[in-house]
């Protein structure tokens, strides 16, 4: 039996079921299970210890891999890789060691909006169809809050 593992909300702001994405892709599952964030906060942190696996040049979305080797991405906004990087600031490169509640990227939500562009952040778990998920909090939560877990 696999431990259980939780891990925290990235930002500050309302939590919805991933079903919920207006792209269908996040919403249908096929990216993997998770949550959909509509944040508040700007700073996107670290839900976990893990080590960066990707990190977009964009400084749209970031992967990142637990020591239990479960991978998950988080993509601020839905189509921001059209930016080409305007109004993101990564703070992480690919293999870096992050801590839980460490800071990856930061972005300008009014650059993302005045552009046209959703706020939404998927967070998902790639890897990881073997095990359950389950979402500890919907509604308002705090960055750093205990979030999803994985059993």
Known sequence: MAVPS???????????????????????????RGVL??????????????QVYFAFSTGHAVGLQTSLGEQFILHV??????????????????GDMVARGEPLLTFDPTILTQSGFSLAMPMVFCNCAQRRL????LGMVAAGEDLVMLY
């Open 134 to 137: 389950r979402i500890l909090k």
């Open 77 to 94: 906004g839905l189509d921001t890789h059209r930016l080409q990087g305007r109004g993101f600031q990564l703070h992480v490169s690919r």
């Open 6 to 32: 939780v891990f925290a909300s990235p930002v500050s702001g309302s939590v919805l079921p991933l079903s919920q994405c207006e792209d269908p892709c996040f919403a249908q599952g096929r990216m993997g």
């Open 37 to 50: 964030l509509l944040p508040s906060t700007h700073t996107l942190l670290a839900p976990a210890d893990a």
